[in-house]
C-alpha cells in the first residue's frame, strides 16, 4: 500500500479544494428577506446532525457553520436530534449561534430515537426552543420537523407545544401514511432507488422525480418540502455497532437536482446534509468542530463544499422563482469531482468490511458497496461561466475540449489514473488530488472528492473529526498518522 503517496494528495487536496473559508463572507442569495419569506415564500434548509457535535463547547463553535450556511443562501438548518445526554446544551448554542447570526434553525426529531407513542414529548421540546429568537417560524407558527415519524400523533405534538406549530414531519405516503393532519411533508429520499432503501435495480428504479410526485399528490396543495443530496455513500464494516454499506447513486445528481428545482418551485427545498460525514453527503466543511463516528477513513482529505459553490446561483434562481441560474452566476467558476478510484479496483485483501458484521438490518454488505455499479468511472465537472468559452479537461496524460455555454452546464470525462487538470475562460489549475491506482487506508472508499478553479481555502479535519481513523483498518497508517 503507498499510504505515505496518498498522504502526500490528501495534504495537497486540502489546499486546492475549498473555495469557501471557515467564515469568508459571499455574495447575497436571496430575492427577499427571510421576515417576508417565512410568509408564502421559498426558504432553504439544511440538515445538520447534532448528533456529530457532542462535543461543542461554546455558542462560538456553531458560528462558521452558520456564517457559511447564510452566505451560500440558506435560511434555516433543520437540527435532527435524538435524546442524548447532550442535545439540549447544543441546541441552547446552536440557537444562541444562529440569532447572533442572523440565522434561524428548527428542530427534526429524529425517530431512529424518538418512537411513534412519543407525541406529547416531541410537542414539548418544540415548546421549550418555540420561543427563541432564533427559532424559523412559517406563516407565523413555530417550525418543526422529522426524520420518519409515522405514526406519531400530529395533534398530540400541536397540543403539547400550545398549538402553533407548523408541522413537515418527514412521512411516508407510499407506505399509506395519512397527511391529512400535517401542514407540510418532509420528503428524505433526495436519491434514485429501489423502492427499498437501496440503489436502482433493473425493473425497480424509483427517481427523486417520482417521489416529488407521490408527495405533492397526497400534500393535495399543501407545500411540500422538497429534498436535494449530492452523494451518498456509507462504509461502516464490524468495527462500529452499526455497521452498512451501501451507496446511491450521486454522479450529476446535485447538478440535475438543483435544476429539477428550479422547474418545480417547491415552497420548501432541504439539503441533505450539512456534516453526515458517515453518508457522505456533507455539504458543509470538514474543519467544523465534530467527532469521529468512524467515518475519517473514507473523509480525510475529501472536502466537499465546493459543491455549496455551485448551489449557490440555483438558490438564489429558486428564491426568486427563476428556472435559470444564469443570472445569478457572479463570478466564472468551475467545479468538479470525482471518486479517489476506479470502481474495479481491488482491496478485499484491507478493506474493513470484509469480516462478518450484525446484519439486523439488512444494510450490510462485504467488500464494495451495494449499488457501486450504478455509479459510473467518471470525473463530473460543472462550469459557472458569464460567458461561453472552451474547457479543456486533461485526465492521466488524456486531453479533451468541450465547447461550454454561458450560464451553468455539465460535462464528464472518463477516469484514469493520474492527475487532472482544467482550463477555461482564462481559469486553469489542476485537481487538488489525483485519481489512485490503490486502495486509499486499505479501504474501498466511494466518497467524492471536490473542487473547485480557482482553488480556495484549506479544509481538513481537525483531531477530534479523526480520532477513530485507525479503528478496523487492516494497513498500519492512514490519513494524519503517515506523516
Given amino acids: ?61 456553531f458560528d462558521a457553520d452558520m456564517k457559511n450556511a447564510k452566505a451560500a443562501g440558506i435560511d434555516a438548518f433543520a437540527l435532527n436530534i435524538g435524546v442524548d445526554p447532550y442535545t439540549d446544551q447544543q441546541l441552547e448554542y446552536a440557537y444562541e449561534s444562529a440569532a447572533n447570526n442572523d440565522m434561524k434553525v428548527f428542530i427534526s426529531f429524529d425517530f431512529n430515537w424518538y418512537h411513534a407513542d412519543q407525541g406529547t414529548q416531541v410537542g414539548q421540546m418544540i415548546q421549550k426552543y418555540g420561543s427563541k429568537p432564533a427559532q424559523l417560524l412559517v406563516d407565523g407558527k413555530i417550525f418543526a420537523s422529522s426524520f420518519s415519524g409515522d405514526g406519531v400523533d400530529s395533534n398530540a405534538v400541536r397540543s403539547a407545544a400550545g398549538g402553533n406549530v407548523f408541522w413537515a414531519p418527514n412521512f411516508h405516503p407510499q407506505q399509506g401514511t395519512n397527511l391529512g393532519d400535517v401542514d407540510s411533508a418532509f420528503n428524505w429520499m433526495a436519491w434514485p432507488s429501489d423502492g427499498n432503501n437501496k440503489a436502482p435495480k433493473p425493473g425497480s428504479n424509483v427517481t427523486v422525480e417520482d417521489g416529488d410526485a407521490t408527495y405533492t399528490s397526497a400534500l393535495a396543495g399543501k407545500p411540500y418540502l422538497a429534498p436535494v443530496s449530492p452523494w451518498f455513500s456509507t462504509h461502516f464494516g464490524a468495527e462500529v455497532p452499526y455497521s452498512k454499506n451501501w451507496v446511491f447513486p450521486g454522479d450529476f445528481l446535485w447538478f440535475d437536482r438543483w435544476t429539477q428545482i428550479l422547474q418545480l418551485k417547491p415552497r420548501f427545498v432541504e439539503i441533505i446534509t450539512w456534516n453526515d460525514y458517515g453518508e457522505s453527503h456533507y455539504v458543509g466543511r470538514l474543519d467544523s468542530p465534530h467527532g469521529d463516528d468512524g467515518n475519517s477513513k473514507w473523509t480525510y482529505g475529501m472536502p466537499h463544499n465546493g459543491w455549496l459553490d455551485m448551489a449557490e446561483p440555483f438558490i438564489a434562481a429558486y428564491k426568486q422563482g427563476s ?13 468538479y469531482w470525482f471518486r479517489p478510484t476506479l470502481s474495479s479496483i481491488n482491496c478485499d485483501a484491507t478493506d474493513t468490511t470484509m469480516g462478518d458484521a450484525d446484519n439486523s438490518t439488512g444494510n450490510y454488505f462485504k467488500g464494495r458497496p451495494d449499488g457501486y455499479q450504478t455509479l459510473q468511472d467518471k470525473v463530473f465537472i460543472v462550469t459557472l461561466l458569464k460567458e461561453a468559452g472552451t474547457l479543456e479537461v486533461t485526465v492521466g496524460g488524456n486531453t479533451q475540449t468541450f465547447q461550454a455555454a454561458a450560464g451553468a452546464n455539465k460535462f464528464s470525462v472518463d477516469m484514469a489514473p493520474g492527475p487532472i487538470s482544467f482550463k ?13 491506482d490503490h486502495c486509499p487506508c486499505g479501504i474501498y472508499n466511494f466518497n467524492a472528492y471536490v473542487g473547485t478553479i480557482p482553488a480556495g481555502v484549506p479544509d481538513e479535519l481537525q483531531p477530534a473529526g479523526y480520532s477513530n481513523i485507525m479503528s478496523g483498518l487492516k494497513v498500519s497508517t492512514c490519513g494524519p498518522t503517515g506523516n
Fill in 323 to 335: 428556472g435559470d441560474a444564469a443570472s445569478h452566476i457572479a463570478e466564472d467558476k468551475l467545479v
Fill in 1 to 61: 500500500m503507498r499510504i505515505q503517496s496518498l498522504l502526500r494528495l490528501y495534504a495537497t487536496a486540502a489546499l486546492a479544494a475549498s473555495s469557501s473559508a471557515l467564515s469568508v463572507p459571499r455574495s447575497s442569495s436571496g430575492s427577499s428577506s427571510l421576515e417576508a419569506r417565512q410568509n408564502g415564500g421559498p426558504l432553504v434548509f439544511c440538515h445538520f446532525m447534532i448528533g456529530i457535535v457532542g462535543n461543542r463547547g461554546s455558542a462560538a463553535d
Fill in 424 to 436: 477555461v475562460n482564462g481559469l486553469s489549475g489542476d485537481a487538488g488530488m489525483q485519481i489512485l
